[in-house]
Each structure stands twice: as C-alpha cells, then as structure tokens.
C-alpha cells in the first residue's frame, strides 16, 4: 500500500485531477443511474469539513507566534496587507458587477433571509467571536476560531522559542493532513462531478466557467492595474517594466509549481538580480509567502459571494467591506498547500450565517475549477512577493536621497 501511495502521490495532481474529472462528466452523461459513484462527493466534502476548523485554529497562531517586523520590513508588511485588502474589494465589486449563482444540494433546508443591515452583520459577527472556543472547533465557527486563534497567537508571542515551536509543528503537521485530503481530490471531484453532471447536465461546466472567469479576471486587473499603481505610488516611476519582469520570472514558475513556499528560491534569486538588500529580502520574501495573498483574498470573497447569491442573500456596501476585511485576515493565514485559500471560504461564508454544508460545497467547486484558479492565484501572489519588496525598497531609497538603479527593471 505504501508504494501503492508513492506512485499516486509522483503523478502530477493537476494531471490526476483533470483525467478524473473527466472521467466524472464521461460517466455522467453515459451511465447517470449509478448513484453509488457521487459517494466519493461525499466522503471528501466530508474530509474537508472536518479538518478545516483545526487547519485555521493552529495555522493563525502558527503566524502570529512567529511573527517578527521590525525597520524597513514594516513598509513591505504595510503594502502586504493594504494589497490583500484592495484585491478583497476587487473581488466585492466583480461579484456585484457580474453575480454567479451555484448549483448546490439542500438549499431547501439553508437559512436563505438576508441580513437586515450591517447592525445584523456585526451583531452576528460579535456574538460568534465571543464563543466557547471549543464550541466554536465542535460546530465549525469560524469567526469564533479566528479571534481566539489570533488571541492565543498573540499572547504566545512572550512563550519560549520551544513553545513557539511546539505550535509551528503542530501546524505544520495539520497541513500535512490537509495534503492527504487533498490527494485523494481526484476521486472527490470525481464524485462531485458525475453527480453534478448526472443531475443538471453538462450545462454546469457554464457556470463553473463563469465563475472561473471572475476569478481570473480579478487577478488579471490586480497584476496589470491595482498593483501596478501602487508600485507607481511608492516609486513615482513607471511601474510596468518590473511588474512585467516579476510576472516572467516568478509568476510562470509559480502558475507551474502552484506554490508559493516552493517558489521563494526564485524569488530570491530574483532580488539579488534586482540588486535588493538582502537582509530585507530574506526576510520578505519568506514572510511574503505567508501573508501575501492577494489572489487568496480574490478566491474566498468570489467564493463566499457566489454563495450568497445561490442563497438569495443580498450584501450591503457596509457588510461588502466588513467581508473585505475578513477576508484580507483569513488570506493572510492561508495554508502553503495547494488549494489552501478553499479551505478558507466557510470563515467568510460564517459572516452571512452561511451553514458548513453548503460552504464546503462550495470550496469542493473550488476544487474543480483549481486546476486553473488555483495556478492564476499562486502566480499573482508570489510574483508580488518581489514586486512590494522592490517598491518598498525603491520608496525608502527615495526618501532617503540615494541613487536608484532602474536599468534592472528592464532586463
């Protein structure tokens, strides 16, 4: 069996993807009586239900335990989070301009009344931070999870380096978990796929492909557009020439590896290239990784919106923020896996009162539409990764007086 596992685990999961989803539309549309086949739906939305809340609770401690800026790394933390934040609220705006509607089971049984107002938002939002911690891991409340994740991360932050370690290891072996559940993906989309096709035809590969053309379409505007500007902001200099140089030097390999983790060695490289301080890129780049998510922040507002939607729930400007802004929180903790921001998408539905059933439905449609949403996402976030470590850097230069070689943007 274990050799059995290696092999599974050596083909590319892209490829092992695809050939099952395949597969599950095949079936499908040719033999739509074998009900037994949509078990394998169920098991793996089951899956991610379960180690979900565990996965969010360990890994925001995780982050804040370790967390260290100091000097110059502020200005680059700084654009970090302000970024993760704009792509949230491109991805509000693109959900309003261009609303998608899901194709879930139990919709009859869901709480489908809107909000009242905002007052109803945050009321909802207080009430469930303030929650028994274990309660909140037993029922899945992800709100609840996040405060007190963020709470003991910060308090942990005095602890001895071997209790910050402790809590490192426990995280990082959650997210191996999650790298088993995520394996086995195949055989869920599988399941996922033939039971969707069998029931409403291939006519939902339409709406996965509207969805994924949002999704896309807020991370190209963010790469050639958002980000650019503020590159412009902290530079004063047409900003094009490294936007582009970072996106081919970076963005393709991680559109190819879909990690960001496993594309700091060319970000590195890329800095020295790009003759950066290389006490601050050793630093921000790492770092980046982790909390640099604008792509992440991109995929849980789409998701968590075209729930609500499906739902019939109507966001206000006031509560579209407020999502912006958990969303932003929930990206910067996303696993370093991939299809790690999916995993994510229950936080920003639990804002609307969206229950886990139908949220983890919606991360398994993350899941079929990932083998592109999931590459577009890691390109953005870790092209980025170099392209706020040069702006911030170039901007300190500025103020400083000092001499800026611009000739490298260019190579």
């Not at 949509?38 to 991610?48: C, K």
């Not at 899945?140 to 370690?165: D, M």
């Not at 900003?239 to 559109?255: C, D, N, Q």
């Not at 050793?282 to 729930?307: H, Q």
């Amino acid at each position: 069996m274990k050799k059995i596992w290696q092999k599974w685990n050596e083909i590319n999961l892209i490829k092992r993807i695809l050939v099952f989803l395949v597969l599950g539309a095949v079936l499908g549309v040719v033999a739509p009586t074998l009900e037994w086949i949509g078990i394998f739906g169920t098991l793996f939305v089951g899956a991610l239900k379960a180690v979900a809340p565990i996965l969010v609770f360990f890994l925001v401690i995780s982050a804040l335990t370790n967390a260290r800026a100091d000097g110059s790394m502020k200005t680059i933390i700084v654009l970090y989070i302000l970024c993760t934040f704009i792509a949230a609220l491109v991805a509000v705006i693109a959900s309003y301009l261009f609303p998608i509607e899901l194709t879930l089971t139990g919709l009859e049984a869901a709480e489908n009344a809107s909000p009242e107002g905002v007052s109803e938002v945050l009321g909802t939002l207080i009430m469930n931070v303030v929650a028994n911690p274990v309660d909140a891991l037993v029922n899945a409340n992800y709100l609840g999870i996040l405060a007190w994740g963020v709470l003991l991360g910060v308090a942990l932050r005095i602890a001895s380096e071997a209790t910050k370690k402790v809590f490192t290891d426990v995280s990082d072996a959650v997210s191996h978990v999650v790298r088993w559940v995520i394996s086995l993906a195949p055989f869920g989309i599988f399941g996922l796929v033939y039971t969707a096709v069998s029931t409403n035809g291939l006519e939902i590969f339409t709406e996965y492909g509207m969805l994924l053309l949002v999704l896309v379409g807020c991370m190209f505007f963010l790469a050639f557009v958002a980000n650019p500007l503020v590159v412009y902001a902290c530079t004063r200099k047409n900003p094009y020439p490294l936007v582009l140089r970072t996106i081919k030097e970076s963005g393709l390999t991680a559109f190819f590896t879909r990690s960001s983790a496993a594309n700091i060695p060319v970000n590195m490289e890329l800095c020295r290239k790009l003759k950066l301080d290389k006490d601050v890129y050793s630093v921000s780049i790492p770092l980046g990784a982790t909390i640099n998510m604008g792509g992440a922040a991109v995929t849980i507002t789409v998701m968590a919106m075209a729930a609500s939607n499906t739902l019939g729930i109507s966001v206000d400007l006031p509560t579209a923020v407020i999502l912006s802004v958990l969303a932003a929180v929930s990206a910067c903790g996303a696993s370093g896996v991939a299809g790690g921001s999916l995993m994510l998408i229950p936080l920003a539905c639990s804002l609307f009162g969206i229950g886990n059933d139908i949220a983890m439905q919606v991360v398994a449609v993350g899941f079929i539409i990932g083998v592109i949403q999931d590459s577009c996402e890691t390109a953005l976030n870790s092209s980025t990764d170099v392209l706020f470590t040069a702006a911030a850097e170039y901007r300190e230069r500025r103020k400083a007086g000092k001499a800026i070689d611009y000739s490298e943007w260019e190579k």
